[in-house]
């Protein structure tokens, strides 16, 4: 009993710990064809991001990089084509399987081998990051497909090796990313899915250290600053309903990206929360645009962005 108390006290006291911490120097090194990758997918352009990101493969068969960062990619070319308006409020709710979630886990399952492979040659913080982050994306895509056992299996996962990165390299923001995350998910749980995390023995966690991680991955992470304010913003905006907090979080996304359609959407919502019809139909109405006139690379996307803003522009109140 007392090995498993220190098992779960030790991890928090770390994080505890890491949280107060000063910024640090960036130290990945990203390549110039991940910083591109990640300028064109934050900016709503999924499709040529991948062919950056698939340069990163090319040079680098042997790194788990290139293809985490496509899978990543994927996943936001899924939230796009997923998005709707439920309760009132725009999100990517849930969807049942599709066959190109096989590509998506394939490609996964394959960075986490390539990390694992590396690890076991010689274990460094990068490393175990990289597999972290694997399993993290595993777990979106069953989170989407509501597969609860499966999305908590893929967490714990991502937890361990995000952990391990962080006791090598407390230095290493982007692994804060995924550790805040999963400690404000896990606490934002409905009581029945407690239960299950109870039954299944998964580690806890509080949304004040997952907002605390969160805060230190928005200053530090090289490759994943922008997923940490996104999900910062729509976490505060869904469970605790701080719609004024979660605007100046998005708001720096919207002005470096305003190419990205999803960024608008989730933008106008949290002012709709606030009653501020004119400013969520401008946002609105920005989506829609961008939309209408995009490549046509991802139609999917284009549909359903249209059909949301459309959607939420209908629930905005008359001017009298």
């Not at 096989?102 to 913080?125: C, M, N, V, W």
């Not at 949290?270 to 139609?299: C, I, N, P, V």
Request: charged share 25%; net charge neutral.
């Amino acid at each position: 009993m007392l090995t498993l108390v220190r098992q779960s006290i030790l991890p928090v006291l770390l994080l505890l710990a890491l949280c107060a911490s000063p910024a640090h120097a960036k130290k990945l090194n990203p390549p110039p064809e991940a910083l591109e990758g990640l300028r064109h997918m934050y900016s709503g352009d999924t499709a040529h991001a991948i062919e950056e990101f698939r340069k990163i493969q090319q040079a680098q068969p042997d790194s788990p990089l290139g293809y985490l960062l496509e899978v990543n990619a994927l996943w936001w070319k899924t939230y796009c084509a997923t998005c709707e308006v439920k309760w009132n409020t725009i999100d990517a709710w849930k969807r049942g399987k599709l066959p190109a979630d096989d590509e998506y886990f394939r490609l996964a399952d394959k960075a986490i081998l390539l990390g694992e492979t590396q690890i076991a040659k010689s274990p460094t913080a990068e490393m175990y990051l990289y597999v972290g982050m694997g399993w993290a994306l595993k777990a979106r895509l069953y989170g989407l497909r509501e597969e609860a056992r499966a999305t908590a299996r893929a967490g714990v996962k991502a937890r361990e090796h995000l952990l391990r990165a962080v006791q090598l390299d407390p230095e290493l923001g982007d692994a804060y990313t995924g550790l805040g995350l999963y400690n404000y998910f896990v606490d934002a749980l409905s009581w029945w899915a407690k239960m299950l995390r109870f039954f299944m023995g998964i580690p806890g966690g509080t949304k004040k250290e997952g907002m605390c991680l969160l805060d230190r991955a928005l200053r530090d992470a090289e490759y994943t600053a922008v997923e940490a304010r996104f999900y910062l913003a729509k976490n505060l905006r869904n469970y605790d309903q701080k719609y004024a907090d979660a605007i100046p979080l998005l708001e720096p996304l919207v002005n470096e990206y305003p190419g990205n359609p999803i960024f608008q959407l989730v933008l106008g919502d949290m002012h709709a929360k606030l009653g501020h019809a004119a400013e969520a139909a401008k946002y609105f109405r920005a989506a829609q645009k961008l939309a209408s006139h995009s490549s046509g690379s991802d139609a999917a996307c284009d549909a359903r962005v249209t059909k949301v803003a459309a959607d939420a522009l209908a629930l905005l109140p008359r001017s009298p």
